[in-house]
């Protein structure tokens, strides 16, 4: 059971993929305006959500994991910022609709079709004007066994987000390779996808 893999790997003293924010997302930090309320998905033990938080933006982090997401309580007292934390399973959790200014998701790998109903269920809940800032590891990743699942039906094309969050305009659609060094697990050179879309 997935759950209980996680559980066991958020259970580990050192924070599975370290206490700072994904390089991607903290270079995105502009797109979110003042205040904004940000849905992180798949958030593991919140590193991205405690870091949003210490910007001044307003988020909630789902992720399957219980004690992930007790991490990310945890992270977030360290650090004196507060954050909503919810324990769901992604295959079937929703968003109200209309609710938040930003979506994020950092390598949050789902097999087909949950990942396709996660990013669909992601653009309804943007409000008008939302955006929505991805990042995800490429069937390229195989190969560099730095992080990742190594299957390559967990693992993401641009056409898949191009298709899966239709109805966003995108500012960034990009695969490159780039050093993904975040604690013991991502170590070293990847293939990754970019995203960055809008809701009009």
């Known amino acids: 059971m997935m759950k209980d893999f996680w559980n066991?790997?958020?259970a580990e003293e050192t924070f599975?993929?370290?206490?700072?924010p994904n390089d991607f997302l903290r270079e995105s930090i502009g797109v979110f305006k003042a205040g904004a309320k940000v849905l992180l998905l798949a958030e593991g033990q919140g590193r991205n959500a405690v870091w949003l938080?210490?910007?001044g933006l307003e988020v909630v982090a789902v992720d399957q994991s219980d004690v992930g997401m007790a991490r990310a309580q945890e992270l977030a007292a360290k650090h004196g910022v507060a954050l909503t934390t919810i324990v769901a399973d992604l295959f079937e959790w929703a968003a109200e609709p209309n609710t938040f200014d930003g979506v994020v998701a950092i390598f949050a790998h789902?097999?087909?079709?949950q990942r396709a109903r996660m990013h669909q269920m992601a653009v309804g809940a943007l409000r008008s004007g939302g955006v929505a800032v991805v990042e995800a590891y490429t069937p390229r990743q195989i190969a560099f066994k730095t992080g990742g699942p190594q299957t390559a039906e967990m693992l993401v094309e641009p056409d898949d987000l191009r298709a899966e969050f239709a109805g966003l305009t995108f500012d960034r659609l990009e695969e490159l390779e780039r050093d993904v060094v975040e604690g013991p697990y991502h170590?070293?050179?990847a293939a990754v996808v970019q995203m960055i879309g809008r809701k009009p």
């Open 8 to 10: 066991t790997r958020y």
């Open 16 to 20: 599975a993929y370290g206490e700072e």
């Open 53 to 55: 938080a210490r910007q």
């Open 110 to 113: 789902l097999p087909n079709p």
């Open 187 to 189: 170590g070293g050179r």
